[in-house]
Every structure is written in C-alpha cells, then in structure tokens.
C-alpha cells in the first residue's frame, strides 16, 4: 500500500492542485468521499486561489488535521487548543525544511495570478522542483505527527 506523500504526489503529478492533493491522500483514513475532498480543497491551491499565500499544501495539511483533531460540536474547548498545536507543529517543521510556507516565497516571488508568473513558473521548472516536494513533505509531515490524546 502506498504512503501518503507517495498517494499526494501521484494525486498531484495528475493535475490536481497542491490542497487537493494532500487532503486526498487521507481521504481513506478519514472516511472522507474522494470527490467532496477535492472539491473542499480546490480553492486553497496555488496559496489560495493563486494569491501566493500559505502553501496549498499546507493547508490541504491543516484540513486533514482539522479532520482528524478539530473540535465538533460536542467537544470540549482544549481540543482546539491541541489542534492548534498540531497545525503549528506541521507549519514550523515544513518550513524548516522549506525555508517558508508562504507560497510566493517559496516561488521566489512568482505571481502565479498573472499570466507572467505562469510563463515563470513552466520556465523555471516550479512544479517539479519546488511545488512536487513541498507536496510529499507536507502529506509525510501530516503523517508523522504523533495522534492527539
């Protein structure tokens, strides 16, 4: 069976954005339908509708925390409190190793909005040398946190 940053990397290699590949690499685990996932996600690519700012896949990362963590409506206030803990865990190691979970600094600025930033983007090989890794690390980041007790 396929780990997570394998399924999210797959997901994405295939043409699916950034969010929507790492939500549904859990969507088993989380008994999520595949195609609601993708939809929920679609608009946080390209760091929120190709705004640049927090990394798609980090916040595909923080739905599935959300998901699996967040506090219903019959959950006491501390859940929360410890999601919140989690989604910080996942945004300080991710840029660790990344340098930033803010979309355009990672794209060195690139406006993914502007037909320039696309030209940019192709020219400068982005998906597979900057976007690619971000996604497998965030759904692997995702995976390694320890479960909330």
């Excluded at 355009?104 to 909005?113: D, K, V």
């Amino acid at each position: 069976m396929k780990n997570h940053a394998a399924i999210a990397e797959e997901k994405f290699t295939g043409g699916y954005n950034c969010a929507q590949s790492v939500l549904f690499s859990f969507c088993e685990e989380l008994g999520l339908d595949a195609d609601t996932a993708l939809k929920i996600a679609c608009g946080f690519g390209a760091g929120m509708g190709r705004k640049g700012e927090v990394c798609g896949a980090v916040s595909g990362g923080v739905m599935v925390l959300g998901l699996k963590y967040g506090r219903g409506e019959k959950e006491e206030r501390a859940q929360t409190d410890a999601l919140y803990a989690k989604v910080r865990e996942l945004i300080d190691r991710f840029s660790a190793k990344h340098g930033s979970c803010i979309c355009r600094e990672l794209l060195s600025g690139c406006n993914l909005a502007t037909p320039e930033g696309q030209t940019y983007y192709r020219e400068n090989q982005c998906f597979h040398g900057i976007c690619r890794p971000c996604v497998r690390d965030a759904a692997e980041i995702v995976a390694d946190l320890p479960a909330i007790r």
